[in-house]
């Protein structure tokens, strides 16, 4: 009897947790949007410009806590949203985590797009790689990967499946500055 009553605590736990992760919107605004759509989103005064950070390639990328987009998200706690914007348009959406004790951005990527599987035995914490999805015109990855003294961090990147020519020059210039520190 009491072993009924744990496993449908169980399943009742898991629907909830999945609703949960559904409400996350970090999507603020479309792929082509401007930064006024952003601010307008986040409610803005018009007069307040955005807190922007241009890089060295042609972008800009605006910071936001995930927990100021997802509100009802603990899960999530630690994790970054870069809106990278690139002749005013939003080229990508990245999200980021690093050295959490958990796999809660995984979790969260594998609920939203669509599991994929992992290697049989290996322990979720251990896994290093990465996973790509095409919903629409939308490319998503998720990774994982090893970071300096022994960290890691995950990672989801959403982007249009065809990249812009703005978009594809901005790698291209990552790639040459990239080439020139090795």
Request: proline letters at 3%; one cysteine or more; charged letters at 25%.
């Amino acid at each position: 009897m009491m072993k009924k009553y744990l496993f449908i605590s169980l399943i009742i736990t898991l629907i909830f947790s999945s609703n949960a992760f559904a409400k996350c919107d970090f999507e603020l605004i479309g792929l082509g949007k401007s930064k006024e759509n952003l601010k307008q989103k986040l409610k803005y005064p018009k007069d307040q410009p955005l807190m922007l950070m241009p890089d060295n390639f042609g972008g800009e990328t605006f910071l936001l806590p995930l927990n100021e987009s997802c509100k009802d998200q603990e899960s999530l706690h630690g994790t970054m949203g870069e809106y990278l914007f690139i002749n005013d348009k939003l080229e990508r959406i990245m999200l980021t985590r690093a050295n959490m004790s958990d796999r809660n951005l995984m979790i969260f990527a594998m609920k939203k797009y669509g599991k994929f599987e992992l290697p049989e035995g290996l322990p979720l914490d251990q896994w290093r790689g990465n996973h790509f999805w095409e919903k629409g015109n939308t490319l998503i990855e998720f990774l994982v990967t090893n970071i300096a003294d022994e960290g890691f961090i995950e990672a989801i990147s959403i982007q249009k499946l065809k990249s812009t020519t703005a978009m594809n020059r901005y790698y291209e210039k990552v790639g040459k500055w990239l080439d020139s520190e090795n």
